[in-house]
């Protein structure tokens, strides 16, 4: 395990124990994950779905859940008080027939046990879809004061390195406003993990050397950043390699301030974001730990389709760490 994970690991086990949601339970890697935070006593997960396929499941796996909160939405002895919470916090929008029947669901359930501070944090989409773990985030949890849109992050570690990129999952044609605000959520999320941010806002052109509403885009989105925080070291717009590489910086960008020793890249659009940190992924040997989902007011994370129980386990570690 990385250094990022021993370091998370050991913070977490000196604070008071985050509990974790997992809506996706009867699913056999989060089941696995869940058991192991359960073992090391990290973190205390909340399984949701048919306890007695939960149960099964953990049994067919020799897999311990004593440790674990197990809640099935059909049996649960609060679920008015969910129901009428969900409805509230919806403005009316829905109906309390509608909202029982919604809050069935385990991503939308799961959620609201967040909102009603009775759980820390939830991780899903090992079995669902990105909306399907966003939309009830957006409708509950909503966005922190002063963010329009969450946006999803990866960290990128290879050995001891680590970087940021950004937004790999979410916006898929980010306005100046939203780089600018992704640019400012992802220094703040760079810091939980250690990385010094030093903000890349990347293009297929470094300063000037190309024009066009596209590369205008981004160049108006690091005035707005530096509004936002003007203590944020954030330059471009920047090929990747002037961003990433100090003497083609000498060359390209010689009177920046990033010089080559960027870490958190923020990129132009979600095809360039998501095709750049796979890149990363395949070819350069980098493990892709995310998509963490920011600018949330309480973390909701999102795995991949594809992801493994080590993908669960971690993620669940950093969504404990985003819990306050």
């Known amino acids: 395990m990385s250094d990022l994970f021993t370091n998370l690991k050991a913070t977490l086990e000196k604070q008071a124990k985050k509990k974790v949601v997992f809506p996706e339970a009867t699913d ?3 089941l696995k994950a869940a058991s192991r935070l359960a073992q090391e ?4 997960p909340i399984l949701i779905g048919n306890i007695n396929e939960i149960n099964q499941l953990a049994q067919q796996h020799n897999l311990e ?18 129901i009428d919470a969900f409805v509230a916090r919806r403005n009316g929008k829905v109906s309390k027939a509608k909202a029982a029947e919604i809050v069935k669901d385990g991503n939308y359930f799961g ?13 899903s989409g090992a079995a669902h ?7 009830p985030a957006l409708q509950i949890i909503k966005t922190k004061e002063g963010i329009q849109k969450t946006s999803g992050v990866f960290v990128m570690v290879r050995n001891d390195e680590k970087y940021i990129f950004a937004d790999c999952a979410i916006n898929i044609a980010p306005t100046s406003d939203d780089l600018a605000e992704i640019a400012v959520e992802s220094a703040r999320t760079a810091k939980l993990f250690d990385v010094d941010p030093r903000v890349a806002m990347l293009s297929f052109s470094t300063k000037g050397s190309a024009k066009s509403k596209e590369t205008e885009r981004v160049i108006a989105a690091i005035d707005i950043a530096k509004e936002k925080d003007a203590s944020l070291t954030i330059d471009g717009e920047f090929q990747f390699d002037t961003a990433f590489v100090p003497e083609v910086a000498v060359k390209k960008a010689p009177d920046s301030d990033i010089k080559g020793d960027a870490t958190v890249f923020v990129f132009p659009s979600l095809e360039a974001g998501n095709i750049g940190y796979k890149l990363a992924e395949r070819l350069g040997g980098f493990e892709a730990v995310g998509p963490i989902l920011q600018g949330l007011n309480k973390p909701v994370n999102d795995l991949s389709r594809g992801c493994s129980e080590e993908d669960v386990y971690k993620l669940a570690l950093i969504t404990a760490a985003q819990s306050e």
């Open 111 to 123: 959620t609201m046990l967040v909102y009603l501070n009775q759980a820390d944090g939830l991780v």
């Open 65 to 82: 859940v004593a440790n674990c909160t197990l809640i099935d939405p059909s049996n649960y002895a609060k679920i008015d008080e969910i």
């Open 28 to 30: 056999e890697r989060v």
């Open 41 to 44: 006593d990290i973190v205390e």
């Open 129 to 135: 879809s990105t909306s399907d773990t966003v939309r």
